[in-house]
């Protein structure tokens, strides 16, 4: 997935906001929290590949942080917060990346309060959790 592709992916999720921060990168958000961050992985190869940044559930932590290409998010994790980083080709395929961006934005969107998702007109089902 290149910056372009998920710039249009996290856009296509309903009520999502996008800001340019932290060094440029793509910072997308539902109800003022962040669910997920695009930016470049300076690899000092010659193409930079996008690094994304995404919350996960505990079981998605503990097994996609041994994944080849994802690894805890730098800073996030560190403070005990359960985000991973996709940062290399190796890691997760486009369309695993987009569940997991998707899965994301549901968990945070779950988490806004119910007034919140009221006035962002979010419909938000219940489902079983998943990698």
């Known amino acids: 997935m290149n910056r372009q592709q998920f710039n249009k992916f996290c856009q296509s999720l309903p009520q999502t906001t996008h800001v340019v921060q932290w060094g440029d990168c793509d910072v997308w958000k539902i109800g003022e929290k962040v669910f997920a961050i695009g930016g470049w992985n300076d690899t ?3 193409d930079p590949v996008l690094a994304v940044t995404f919350k996960v559930s505990d079981m998605a932590f503990e097994i996609l942080s041994e994944r080849p290409g994802c690894r805890p998010a730098p800073y996030l994790a560190s403070r005990g917060l359960k985000w991973i980083q996709h940062y290399d080709k190796r ?16 968990m945070i969107a779950r988490a806004l309060s119910k007034k919140k998702q009221m006035q962002l007109g979010l419909n938000l089902v219940e489902e079983k959790e998943s990698l």
């Open 91 to 106: 890691g997760l395929s486009d369309a695993e990346l987009k569940g997991c961006i998707e899965r994301s934005y549901t």
């Open 44 to 46: 000092g190869k010659s």
